[in-house]
């Protein structure tokens, strides 16, 4: 992937509406449930980013006829679950942590062995927390030291149902278990202490799959029938709030902005950020509310607020809006006041350590930062005050590349990146729609 520097010029007023990419997270369930289906799911509003497209080659790997019918309609003629083949090369999930964590689970109860690798930032990233629960169904591993891609999963050939708490608030290790259950006889139960995004309890009920979920004492505590028919859904996949953010946090921060952003999701358990940012005095509205598909959805409409405040942002909503701290540190540097943010220590395991990537660019642009392994704290400067003009770092992160070209349209001088490739994994579309509300995002010569 050749490295593209960014440059992000202190803009005028953002305005117009955005239209935001399809949900990732959907994205890929929509692809690999329609993949464990009888027959043929159609899906309209597919995010056609990188990770995405990753997930559709590897899916017709593993067996699955999937089809792109353009303009974001796509097909999966699927092969019932227990039905994967064995592929016959190495399958290469790019950037994408739920890619690759997701498929893993769902190919761990097959009689088949699968070899997955990623990007340098993919490889880098902890898996044991999935290989550790297949492990119960009889799912074999062996990867690189510390439990990292390069890794082979040889899938349980007479797999048992489990019954797991997960040990960290990560929907991906519980969609792992799930999707691992599902070919398993019997009952597999997860739990989990925190909720996280529930889009794959949502969907398997949705493709006809026993899933009760129960709240307890202990947590969530969710129970899968192994070995259903899942039978072939018409999916329209809603816009993604995580992409949302950061026009949304851009209007928020550039005086005079005003920028609809239509058909957002705001499932509970994905919109922690719209709370938060309303919570700071963000003129943050929800518009022409309702249900789409049995999720709450809303047209947002930003406009520039002045009068944000720095809060505690309390760590019980860090599941809710864990992509979303970086482009929240943009916001909290142009309010007034300090922003903390506690419980998030899962943000050092993600694309990039996601605290430390943001602590050094926003530092390098003039902002004070302080962080500890779990927590981080931003002292807002108020509106137009940043300083910018610095190049910070992206590490191989979308969101992070994303939130320093947000910087930049709030700030006094400019700010770059010394990569925005990544941007490409879930937003392929971010420079001409910004541009179209008034950004003025620029390519630079290395
Ligand atoms: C995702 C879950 C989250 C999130 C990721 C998408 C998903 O990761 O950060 O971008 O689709 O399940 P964790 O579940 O590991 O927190």
């Known amino acids: 992937m050749p490295v593209i520097p960014m440059t992000s010029t202190p803009c005028g007023p953002l305005t117009g509406v955005a239209e935001v990419p399809g949900d990732k997270s959907i994205s890929h369930r929509s692809l690999i449930l329609g993949a464990m289906a009888v027959g043929e799911?159609?899906?309209?509003?597919?995010?056609?980013?990188?990770?995405?497209?990753?997930?559709?080659?590897?899916?017709?790997?593993?067996?699955?006829?999937?089809?792109?019918?353009?303009?974001?309609?796509?097909?999966?003629?699927?092969?019932?679950?227990?039905?994967?083949?064995?592929?016959?090369?190495?399958?290469?999930?790019?950037?994408?942590?739920?890619?690759?964590?997701?498929?893993?689970?769902?190919?761990?109860?097959?009689?088949?062995?699968?070899?997955?690798?990623?990007?340098?930032s993919l490889n880098g990233r902890p898996m044991a927390r999935i290989t550790d629960p297949l492990a119960l169904f009889g799912t074999q591993s062996v990867g690189r030291d510390g439990g990292r891609l390069p890794m082979t999963i040889v899938g349980a050939p007479d797999p048992v149902p489990v019954c797991y708490s997960v040990p960290v608030p990560s929907a991906q290790v519980k969609s792992a278990v799930l999707l691992a259950g599902l070919n398993a006889p019997g009952q597999t139960v997860v739990i989990e202490r925190e909720a996280t995004r529930d889009h794959t309890e949502r969907m398997l009920v949705g493709f006809g799959a026993e899933v009760t979920v129960e709240q307890t004492d202990q947590g969530r505590v969710i129970t899968l029938t192994g070995q259903p028919e899942l039978k072939p859904q018409t999916i329209a996949v809603p816009r993604d709030p995580s992409s949302a953010a950061f026009p949304v946090?851009?209007?928020?921060?550039?005086?005079?902005?005003?920028?609809?952003?239509p058909g957002i999701g705001l499932n509970p358990t994905r919109a922690g950020l719209f709370t938060t940012l309303r919570e700071m005095g963000a003129d943050l509205t929800y518009e022409n509310e309702r249900t789409e598909g049995g999720e709450p959805v809303a047209d947002l409409r930003a406009r520039f607020s002045p009068d944000?405040?720095?809060?505690?942002?309390?760590?019980?909503?860090?599941?809710?809006?864990?992509?979303?701290?970086?482009?929240?540190?943009?916001?909290?540097?142009?309010?007034?006041?300090?922003?903390?943010?506690?419980?998030?220590?899962?943000?050092?395991?993600?694309?990039?350590?996601?605290?430390?990537?943001?602590?050094?660019?926003?530092?390098?642009?003039?902002?004070?930062?302080?962080?500890?392994?779990?927590?981080?704290?931003?002292?807002?400067?108020?509106?137009?005050?940043?300083?910018?003009?610095?190049?910070?770092?992206?590490?191989?992160?979308?969101?992070?590349?994303?939130?320093?070209?947000?910087?930049?349209?709030?700030?006094?001088?400019?700010?770059?990146?010394?990569?925005g490739s990544p941007i490409a994994t879930s937003f392929p579309i971010f420079e001409p729609l910004m541009g179209g509300l008034g950004a003025n995002l620029s390519r630079t010569s290395g």
């Open 41 to 120: 799911t159609r899906i309209t509003g597919l995010l056609e980013g990188d990770d995405v497209l990753d997930t559709a080659r590897a899916m017709r790997a593993f067996g699955a006829e999937v089809t792109n019918h353009g303009g974001g309609s796509w097909s999966v003629h699927g092969v019932g679950v227990g039905g994967f083949g064995e592929p016959d090369q190495v399958i290469d999930c790019g950037n994408s942590g739920t890619g690759v964590r997701l498929i893993m689970g769902a190919m761990a109860t097959s009689p088949i062995t699968a070899t997955f690798t990623g990007d340098a």
């Open 249 to 261: 946090c851009a209007a928020l921060i550039v005086p005079g902005s005003d920028v609809l952003v």
């Open 308 to 419: 944000m405040k720095g809060i505690n942002v309390p760590p019980e909503r860090a599941a809710s809006m864990i992509d979303e701290y970086p482009v929240l540190s943009v916001v909290a540097a142009h309010a007034t006041g300090i922003t903390m943010m506690t419980g998030v220590r899962e943000l050092r395991v993600k694309e990039s350590d996601r605290i430390a990537a943001m602590a050094d660019g926003l530092r390098a642009c003039g902002i004070s930062v302080e962080d500890g392994e779990d927590w981080w704290s931003v002292t807002g400067m108020g509106p137009k005050s940043v300083p910018g003009g610095a190049t910070c770092v992206s590490h191989l992160d979308h969101r992070i590349a994303m939130s320093f070209m947000v910087l930049g349209m709030g700030a006094q001088n400019p700010v770059s990146v010394d990569d």
